[in-house]
């Protein structure tokens, strides 16, 4: 079955501090692996894309990495500022189907 | 580039009333989604178009929902009757290229409530 599972389920951290968050599928076929991040009250903005071959990627303090035989991607976020509190949901795409994961909550406290 | 517009932003019914919600794509982007997402969840696909024509409506509740996208532009989502069940945001997205699904871009969603 094809599956998207994140942990934390939710995170508070300090503004400044660092934070990982952890993205586990089990989609077959894959083509591709998403984070998107979706303030409250809004649709999900794509942060970064990777495909099977790329291993890491990078949008300003959000670097995302990809291990495709342990299926597993990570997204950290460096220097965490108040704008960062949001939703953050991996997307898998498999056969031109996306599986989206149920995300983590996180918050940055000042 | 003007984003994907949705409207209303909110709409809070009784049980048992009807509702549509209205999405205006990205300016040529021929795949257009439809997601309901419940609070603590990641969005669901109700359906997909390609152009004017339904891709895959597998996880559409047909028997209440019923969405269409006339001249392959914009689109409206139907629920009738709503049920309490049905609460939820409901994201339009759209994107550039197929087959093989490219980056969705998505509108701010309409949030519903049913009492």
């Known amino acids: 079955k094809n599956q998207v599972e994140q942990s934390p389920q939710s995170l508070i951290i300090l503004e400044g501090k660092n934070c990982t968050l952890q993205c586990n599928y089990t989609v077959s076929p894959f083509s591709n692996l998403r984070w998107y991040k979706q303030d409250t009250g809004r649709g999900p903005v794509s942060l970064t894309i990777?495909?099977?071959?790329?291993n890491t990627k990078s949008n300003g303090r959000y670097t995302a990495t990809l291990d495709a035989d342990t299926k597993q991607s990570s997204l950290h976020i460096t220097a965490s500022q108040l704008s960062d509190s949001a939703s953050y949901i991996c997307v898998v795409t498999g056969f031109q189907k996306l599986v989206f994961g149920t995300g983590t909550r996180l918050l940055v406290s000042p | 580039e003007a984003g994907v517009a949705q409207s209303p932003r909110y709409k809070i019914i009784e049980k048992r009333q009807s509702v549509a919600f209205w999405c205006n794509p990205i300016s040529g982007h021929a795949t257009l989604y439809w997601y309901q997402q419940i609070l603590g969840q990641g969005p669901k696909l109700l359906i997909q178009?390609?152009?004017?024509?339904?891709?895959?409506d597998s996880q559409l509740p047909k028997d209440r929902f019923s969405a269409e996208r006339l001249k392959g532009v914009d689109s409206t989502l139907k629920i009738q009757p709503a049920k309490l069940e049905d609460s939820a945001v409901y994201l339009c997205a759209s994107s550039s290229r197929r087959p093989r699904a490219d980056t969705q871009y998505f509108g701010p969603g309409t949030r519903l409530t049913v009492l």
């Open positions: 178009f390609q152009n004017n024509g339904v891709v895959d």
């Open positions: 990777m495909t099977f071959s790329e």
